[in-house]
Every structure is written in C-alpha cells, then in structure tokens.
C-alpha cells in the first residue's frame, strides 16, 4: 500500500473506530508480536520519549501513529511501570492538537519537577507549503496524569540551525536546567548537539554546541546525556558519520561516547574516547533514549526500528518495530556494559537446565530466553530456527549473527552482523527472544546486539555439532 | 449522560478513532483501574464468553461495547493465556457485521472441535420495529485467531419461547453434542434451559427443558453446565427467582445446583440439593461462565458487574466493569468451592508476615493480596481503606462486608452482605485488592464474595481493635 502525504496527516478524528480497532486486532494476533517487550496496540510505534521516574513509578512515553506501518502524524503514547519490565498502557499523552504541532508531537524526554513531570518534546510545525519550524515545548503532567501543555514554545530555533533541530532532553545538572538538543548546522551542514540552560525553566540561553571529538556526519538525533557513577556518557544518533571514524553496517548507528568530564556552561565534553561506539551490535537498534533514575542508576531503552527500513512481515499486518528491554547500564574497563534490570529474572519459568545438548529444545515456544556459558577453544553455530549465531571461541575469536535464512530485512545494509571475542575464552550469551525480536547480551552486557527476525516457526533450538557448553532455558511470562 | 437507542447502536464505523483513543486512555489512567483482572479497554464489559482450550492455550472472549460504559451495540474481544491468569489482548473477535446479530453478537460458548475452536454465540437481530429474534449462530476460529461465520443460524428459536433465548453453551457429552440455552417459556413465562442435541453438528434436535428442583423466576440467562468429579453442576442465573427458595440479596443472583446425574437425551436433571444456592456471597457477581478443560478440570470466571446496575464513580470515567479472577471449581462435602489458580501465586511480590498487629500496613498499594487466618472466639472489623469487613469467630458466628462508607452503589439492594460461620471456628480469609475491585476467598473457597468499592485511597488495612491473627501480605504484579 502507497501512502500519500495526506493519508499520513490526516487527523485521527477522520479516521473510524472500527478502523482502528481492526488494526488493533491484526496487530494483536500476529505470530511474530512481542509479548513481553513494549510494541505498538496498533499503527507505528519509533522513538521512545519522556522517559522518567515520577510520582512512585517509571514513566515511558512512546512516539506513535496509530493507524498504519508508517510514520505519519505522530503522538506520545503514555505507560507506567514500578520495575521497569512490566508496562500499564495508560493511552494517549500528547496529541497533535494546536498549530505548533499540527504536523506531530515528535520526541522528547521529561523531567519530574515541582511535583509535577515536564515533558519537553518538538512541536513539528508545517505551513501550509510544507515548511518546517520545529518548537520546543513543554508540557506538564500531573499525578493524575493529565497533562497541560504550554501556550508558547519554550526554544524557537535559533538562526544559525537548519529545520532539524528537535529531541530535546531536559536535566538538572549541578543545580540548573539543561536540555540538549540534535541539531543541523545551517552554514556547514554538520550534526551538532546544541545546548540550552535555565535557571527558572522561563528563560533559556543557548550555549553553543556540544565539543566533541569527531565531526559526527550531517545530523544527530536524538541525543541523551547520563552519569555513570559521575562519568559523562553521551548516546547518540549520528546521521551520515564516515565510517573511517567508527564503522557501522545500519542505515545510521546508534553511538555512545563517555567522556572524562562535562562542563554544560561552555558546551565543552572531554571525551575518555578517541571515537563513539557503536552501542548495540546488531541490526536494528536506534534513537535509544536514557536517563537517571534518582537513586543515580543509568536505565536505556531503545526503539527496535530504524528511519529508512521496512519490515515487510509485519509492515503487511499494519503494525510496525517494538521496544527493546530496558536496560541498566554501567562503565567498565572503559566501555559501556548493558544488562538486563533484575525484575526481568521475574518473567521466567519452567527453567530447564542444558549440558552439551546438540538439541536444547524442539518445541520452544515463540518467547523464551536461553542463557549460555560456551567453553573456549570450539566453533559452531546455534540456530534459533532459521536465524543462526556462527561463533568460534578459539583463535579468531567471534560472533556472527546471521538472518539471511529467513526473509529479508532491508538487505541493502546485510544480513549478518560480527562482532570481535577475545581469542581462547569462554563465551556467555544471554538471549531473549520474543516473536520477532531477538536481544544477545554477550559476555555479560560488553555488547549486546538486538535484531529482528521473521522465522515461520521457533521451535526448534539446536547446535550443529556437539558443543561443550552449560545452560539455561526459560520460558518467559507475558507483561502485556 | 443520557444515551439514545440510536447513540448506542451507532456502527463502529460511524464512531471516529479519536474518540476511541481517548476513552481507552480515560479506562487505562483510572485509580480505580484493575492491573491483574480483565478490564474493558474502553467501554464496557460483560458476560465472559467462549471460555475454552484450544491450540495449546486458553482463550476468553469477553461481551463488549467499546463506546461507553452502557449496554450498547455489543461484540467479541479476544484474550489467550496460558496459565489462566496473564492474558494477551488479541483485539475484536466477532463484530456484529450481518443481518442476524445487526443489534449484537450476544453471550455464547466455544468448544475445540475438528482443529477449529467454535465459537456458538447468539444473534441479536432486531426488525425495522426493533422487534428481536434471537438467531444462535456458530463462528468458526482457526490457529490463526481467523473467525468465519456461518451464513445460516444453527437453532432458531422453537415456537413455545419468548424473545428472551440466548446464552448457548455448547459441549460435547458422551460422544453427542449439546446445546444448553437460556429461556423463557412463552406460555408460563417462567425461566428455562432449553436442551438441544446434535450428532453432527448441523442438525440439531431439541429435547425440551431441562427438569430442575424449582420454579426458576422468569428467565434464566448464561447456564452452563460442568463436571467435577464426574458429578454435574448447573451455574446460571435466574432472573426473578422467589426469594423463598433461596435467598439473595442482587437485583439477579447467580446460583449453582450441584446433580446426582444428568441424562441429557431426556432433559433429566437429577439434583444433590433441594434448592440453588448462591453462587457468591458478594454484591457483584453475574454472568459466571465455566467449563471444563481437556484434564477435566472445571474453571469459572465471573462478569463483575450486573444488569440493570451502575457504577457511578467508573461510569463518569467512560468505562464500565471488569471479571474475577479465575476460580478453579470442586466440591466438598456436597459444597461447592472455588480456589484461585495456582498461577495467581505468581503475581505475588514484595511478601511481609505479620501477626497480631492492629495497623496491618499504612501505606497498601492499590493492588495487593491479604491472606489472614483470623483465631476463633474473637469479633471485630478489618478495615481496607473505608471496605469495612465485621467478623465474629465465637458464637452466632458470621462475616459481614460493608461498602456503606464509600459512594452508594445501586443502593436499592443494601451495602452490607452477610454470611454465617461455623461457630467458634478459626476464619481463613484471602483477600485480592485491584483498584476497585475486592474478591474475598472465605475459609479455603467455602465462600466467595466479590465486589466492587471506590476508596479514595487505598492506603490503610488495619483491624479496629488487637485481634489475634497470623497473616501474609502481597503486593500484585500486574498483567496487563
């Protein structure tokens, strides 16, 4: 199906209920929805947005179109959670219903605040010839949850950025306000991150860009700053950055860069790296957002889906991407690990312990997770169905994970991703698998590498040789 | 808000999506919400339909007006769950989208048959003149959640009942095949269970009422029969039934007659007890559908809600009703019980002991377990919030629950309900809170009372005076 500018914009209350509840419907029964990660009830689920803690839950807010496998008019999506794996779907937050956003309600983060959470997103603006002015705004939520938004954008885009200039995040850092913001630098073309500070959230004063240690392509999205244990980290999404700076196989990666230091009030970041990394390895992962819970921990969550890509499987059924968990994150030796929160250990069941089984299961459900210790010094593959994890855990040590088995998933940027092991060591690999999403932590969060998959069955769970390995298998309790 | 006919059969096609969104997100942002019962996504729920087994999971269909929290055109939602109590929302099931049910897919049964699970509902046609004629109609599911209907009704109604037959529970029995309808008989205009039997499916033959113990009132809806233990056990609700043969305190009851033998060839039931007894000691419960699964285990679910009744403080949100939990039925000492599946054990979290102590918790979620076994010889009041449970455990022996001191629900039929104890007993009480809805299981399932409250909050459990006691509380997670 061809989708015009006008389908994509039309109002939602142009569209009929029997419509969408049709759509929630195909969307609910599709063999390949996730049950136990965040996925959209119908239509389009991108960006998360507003992720925070507030008024005793965790609150995640998601960009959304209700009504088709496509990104057209946007909103934010509302759930609460009290451990960060089970999810209430609360509705619709934020509407594109005034003229500062009449093209959508596009990302944004929030901020609890005064006993209120400010939800500070970009208003996307279209005239009537389709130009964009892209406003920051804020919008308050109380504990009831209703929400308020503000009359008058709260930053206008300053000269000297083009029409990208969106995805605000709003913190508090040593007693002031910020928010950083992706921007496009009008005169070079360059990806920026530009930041703002307040002392009353009223008046904003631009501080200039974000140093940073690279020339970061033509656009960033999405840019979100945490501390870890007092360090930096900035996770990005660098658009069009050269590959001789960090290689990547998407369409854009999803970066992270933790620095030694930041001083917000001169937008200087000293980075602890020569160049970003790639924060997941595997096929789909961008726009991740993240932030710091009170308590100080780091919590990511990212959008499985990509600007640009289609997936055919379920783009036919009229729903499209989901959520990847949530994720804590902690700096180690350097890098940046990713785990998975502990409530997530709650989801198991029937626990079936493994050793050295050619075959773990030929019956596993379509939502398990399978936990491996490999022993070093072997080489084989692990097949999922007919997605399959090559590795060898000798010299040459790697990990491939290939889905070229089943159909195909924007093919122009391949079908296998790789990533390096240490030469003669035991490999850990921590798989959740959920209808169509797959989630690898490898030796214990040093990489994790989240893709979509679209096999007709996934019962099958097999070794193709006798491997010398210990294990576990789960099967894993629904949250929605 | 007064609703018109014509507002309240309006197609879905005719209602428009935003309108949808926004009274999903009224229902889902609710303090009175439930997080581990079924609850509409918008609108209003009723009976449970088409509880069954089928493809390796368990599935409940629930009667459902998506529009507002009144008795308006009504559908199928779908849910599965594998374990009975985390159900997956699979979106709209039957739509009453031809001729013979243009005024509503009404209550019904399904029964895995053939690798399809059939789903037997009713009809609700109205003529131009909105005279009705109840068609009951089969609707074919198959693995892929895909439903065909049947052009042609498979009973229609016989000439000696009125307008009011519906409610097919269809079954398989000694190698036929059953129908069992609710029924007013045109020239008594008394309440009965029609029998229908078929070898094929296709051509079905009515054997007559069935025989029962009593005068059932004037219309019996939602019968269903069970086995346990080989024993036949009717569940239905009589409407209008003389007070004289059991006493009940709702506008309808829902009453269950435990069988010696039931010869359904000959519409011949044979009962274990003189009279129905109540089915629920609470004010709430109506509608409950049971059936038995492939390992002969009979479970019922129950409607938490009631014709001809309102429930102001949930209404005003746009949303209406909700479903207990599972019950696993058996029957002891000639009694029928009912017991929480032994998954519900799995929502628990977050477990404090404690006994003897006045202030149970000060701080209670909305959404918690209580489990107490209270010592014999004592009397006083637990408080749940402004829920207010009387006891007595020494002589002239009863429990009381109260709901006079929150806001009046249908206060015609009183705020209190009382059962009575075995003197000077021990009083084992487990006790689920979910937002507003309270179900009381009384002494091991002897008894169960379910109800709906609306505390503004739902902070303080605490007995009125030291009471010697051990107990258990839980907080719930949620499933869904």
């Not at 049709?22 to 049950?35: C, E, F, G, P, R």
């Not at 990509?306 to 700096?331: F, M």
């Amino acid at each position: 199906m061809e989708w015009t500018r006008e389908q994509r914009y039309k109002k939602y209350s142009d569209w009929d209920a029997a419509t969408l509840l049709q759509l929630q419907a195909q969307a609910a029964t599709s063999k390949y929805q996730m049950h136990y990660h965040m996925h959209p009830l119908s239509g389009l689920m991108n960006d998360p947005n507003g992720f925070s803690y507030y008024n005793g839950e965790y609150h995640l807010f998601c960009q959304s179109y209700p009504f088709g496998p496509v990104h057209g008019l946007k909103s934010w999506t509302h759930y609460a959670s009290d451990d960060l794996v089970h999810w209430h779907y609360l509705g619709q937050a934020i509407n594109p219903d005034m003229d500062k956003d009449n093209a959508g309600a596009y990302s944004g983060s929030a901020m609890a605040h005064d006993g209120k959470l400010l939800l500070m997103y970009t208003g996307n603006h279209r005239d009537a010839d389709w130009t964009r002015i892209p406003y920051q705004i804020i919008a308050e939520m109380d504990q009831d949850n209703h929400i308020t938004k503000k009359d008058e954008a709260t930053i206008l885009p300053p000269d000297h950025v083009t029409e990208h200039f969106r995805d605000p995040q709003l913190f508090e850092h040593d007693d002031k306000f910020y928010v950083i913001l992706g921007a496009q630098d009008k005169k070079t073309k360059t990806g920026q991150i530009d930041v703002y500070e307040s002392t009353d959230l009223i008046h904003w004063h631009e501080n200039g860009y974000l140093s940073l240690p690279n020339e970061m392509g033509y656009m960033i999205e999405c840019p979100n700053l945490v501390f870890i244990n007092g360090q930096p980290v900035l996770i990005f999404c660098p658009q069009g950055l050269d590959k001789s700076i960090t290689n990547y196989d998407n369409v854009y990666p999803n970066m992270y860069l933790i620095g030694k230091d930041i001083d917000l009030s001169s937008a200087k970041f000293s980075p602890a790296q020569l160049a970003p990394i790639n924060l997941d390895d595997g096929f789909d992962v961008y726009a991740t957002q993240a932030f710091n819970a009170p308590d100080g921990t780091a919590y990511a969550i990212s959008w499985v889906g990509l600007p640009d890509s289609t997936y055919p499987p379920t783009d036919q059924e009229g729903w499209a991407n989901c959520y990847s968990q949530v994720k804590q994150l902690e700096i180690k030796d350097g890098q940046l690990y990713q785990h998975p929160v502990p409530a997530m250990r709650n989801l198991r069941y029937n626990e079936v312990s493994i050793t050295n089984k050619k075959i773990i299961s030929s019956d596993a459900k379509r939502q398990y997770e399978l936990k491996l210790k490999i022993a070093a010094g072997q080489s084989s593959s692990l097949h999922l169905s007919d997605l399959i994890l090559n590795f060898n855990t000798s010299s040459d040590a790697h990990l491939t994970v290939d889905r070229s088995h089943g159909p195909a998933i924007n093919p122009d940027y391949g079908a296998t991703r790789t990533i390096s092991l240490g030469d003669n060591q035991d490999l850990d690999l921590d798989i959740f698998i959920d209808g169509s999403l797959c989630e690898i932590f490898i030796n214990n969060g040093r990489h994790v590498m989240t893709l979509r998959f679209f096999s007709k069955s996934n019962t099958t769970i097999s070794f193709d040789q006798n491997i010398n390995y210990t294990g576990k298998l789960w099967d894993m309790h629904s949250i929605l």
